[in-house]
C-alpha cells in the first residue's frame, strides 16, 4: 500500500513539473521566438504609447472614421474582460430591435447611402470584440469619411486595399479590413493624432 501511494506521489509530481510548469515554459518560449508580436497582443504603437491592438475592435462613431463592427461587450465596448456573444439568436425581437437601431444610425450618419448595409455593421461577432470589418463594410463607409475628410474617394478606396488582410493560405475566410489600423492611418494621412 505505502509503494502504491509512493508511486502516485512520484508521478503526480512528475507530471506536474512537466504539464505545470516546463510545457508552459515551452510553449511561450517558442511563442516569443516565432510570434513574438501576436503573443504579446499585436500592441499598436505610436511614437512609443500604446494606443490599441489589432486583435481587438475599439469603438469608433465619429463620423469622419470608419466605423468597427457592433461590439457584445456591455456596458464598455470592446472590453477583453467582458468577451462574449449576445447569445440573442436571428427570430430574437431584440436583436432585431438593435439592427434596426444601428441601420437608422449608419443612415443617419450618411443620409445619401441608402444601399443595403453589409451584415457586420449591424451585428457583433462570436467574441463581440472583432477588430475587422468585410471589404464591403468598408466601403459602404468611404461616400460618408470622403464627405467629411475632404480625403477623395480614391484614396480612401486604396487606404482599404492597404489594410485589408487577405484569405489565410489563400482559401480560408474571407479577406478583412482592420479598423483600428485603418483609422490610423487615416489620422496620419490628415496629420492628426490617433483618437477614439
Do not use: C
Request: charged content about 15%; proline content about 7%; overall charge positive.
Amino acid at each position: 500500500m505505502a509503494r502504491d501511494i509512493r508511486t502516485a506521489v512520484v508521478l503526480f509530481l512528475v507530471f506536474a513539473v512537466v504539464t505545470g510548469l516546463m510545457y508552459p515554459l515551452a510553449m511561450t518560449g517558442i511563442g516569443q521566438v516565432l510570434f513574438a508580436r501576436q503573443a504579446n497582443g499585436s500592441l499598436i504603437r505610436v511614437h512609443g504609447r500604446v494606443v490599441g491592438s489589432a486583435l481587438i475592435g475599439q469603438y469608433f462613431r465619429g463620423p469622419g472614421m470608419f466605423w468597427s463592427r457592433p461590439s457584445a461587450t456591455s456596458p464598455v465596448p470592446y472590453d477583453a474582460e467582458a468577451s462574449s456573444a449576445s447569445n440573442v439568436g436571428p427570430d430574437n425581437p431584440v436583436l432585431r430591435m438593435h439592427v434596426a437601431a444601428r441601420v437608422a444610425a449608419l443612415h443617419k450618419a450618411d443620409p445619401g447611402e441608402r444601399g443595403l448595409v453589409p451584415i457586420d455593421l449591424v451585428t457583433s461577432s462570436a467574441s463581440g470584440l472583432d477588430p475587422d470589418i468585410s471589404i464591403a463594410a468598408a466601403r459602404y463607409q468611404v461616400a460618408r469619411v470622403a464627405h467629411v475628410t475632404k480625403i477623395p474617394r480614391a484614396r480612401l478606396d486604396a487606404l482599404i486595399k492597404r489594410y485589408t488582410t487577405p484569405r489565410s493560405l489563400g482559401v480560408l475566410g474571407e479577406p478583412v479590413v482592420n479598423v483600428v489600423r485603418l483609422n490610423l492611418a487615416l489620422w496620419q494621412m490628415q496629420g492628426g493624432h490617433f483618437r477614439q
